[in-house]
């Protein structure tokens, strides 16, 4: 008895493992052009610069919010965020006219918020810790008798890494005019408040 004769079939054919192989292959590629992609984003200066951009804007943002709203009928909790949202000169000049600006406050009665309405960082100099930030802002102050006035401005302002955190530092001759605006109804300078 004859046997039939063999069909030859390609060895490579014949290994079940080629297409299981030429998977592997590929996910392995593809898992080494992931890594180097996230390890590059991951040590990507221009991330870190970012992050750093994007803190600086909200702590300005806040800074210059805390900075237009006192009630005075919780007048040291609003100056104690002042002073909390500031550092250096600017600081120092807040916490020196304190006495005197919280009388006038208390005798006009006055009730100042702020609603920031924009803000962009306009310089950040990462490493030596200093920013600039430009912020439009709505401000509304209320009067002892009622009356309500409502001011768009805008508020350039400075600001310093302190302890890791950013804060305010110094502001505009914008800030002066916003500071007149807002403080009409409690007749205080302008220079008490700014310390321009």
């Known amino acids: 008895m004859e046997r039939p004769a063999r069909r030859r079939v390609p060895r490579r054919l014949r290994t079940p493992y080629a297409p299981a192989l030429a998977l592997a292959?590929?996910?392995?590629?593809?898992?080494?052009?992931?890594?180097?992609?996230?390890?590059?984003?991951?040590?990507?200066?221009?991330?870190?610069?970012?992050?750093?951009?994007?803190?600086?804007?909200?702590?300005?943002?806040?800074?210059?919010?805390n900075l237009n709203t006192l009630d005075h009928r919780d007048l040291d909790r609003g100056l104690d965020l002042w002073e909390a949202s500031t550092t250096g000169e600017l600081r120092e000049q807040l916490t020196a006219g304190r006495g005197a600006f919280a009388g006038q406050v208390k005798e006009a009665e006055t009730v100042s918020t702020a609603r920031v309405l924009s803000g962009a960082v306009t310089e950040l100099d990462d490493r030596a810790g200093r920013a600039r930030v430009l912020v439009a802002l709505r401000?509304?102050?209320?009067?002892?008798?009622?009356?309500?006035?409502?001011?768009?401005?805008?508020?350039?302002?400075?600001?310093?890494?302190?302890?890791?955190?950013?804060?305010?530092?110094?502001?505009?001759?914008?800030?002066?005019?916003?500071?007149?605006?807002?403080?009409?109804?409690?007749?205080a300078p302008a220079s008490e408040v700014s310390g321009a």
Do not use: I, P
Request: proline share 0%; glycine share 8%.
């Open 25 to 65: 292959l590929v996910a392995g590629g593809f898992a080494a052009w992931a890594g180097q992609d996230w390890y590059d984003a991951a040590h990507d200066d221009r991330a870190a610069y970012a992050v750093q951009r994007d803190r600086a804007l909200a702590a300005g943002e806040q800074a210059v919010q």
């Open 139 to 187: 401000v509304t102050v209320r009067a002892a008798d009622g009356t309500r006035t409502d001011k768009d401005s805008r508020m350039l302002g400075e600001l310093t890494r302190t302890d890791g955190r950013w804060k305010l530092s110094g502001t505009s001759k914008t800030r002066s005019k916003l500071t007149s605006a807002l403080m009409t109804s409690t007749r």
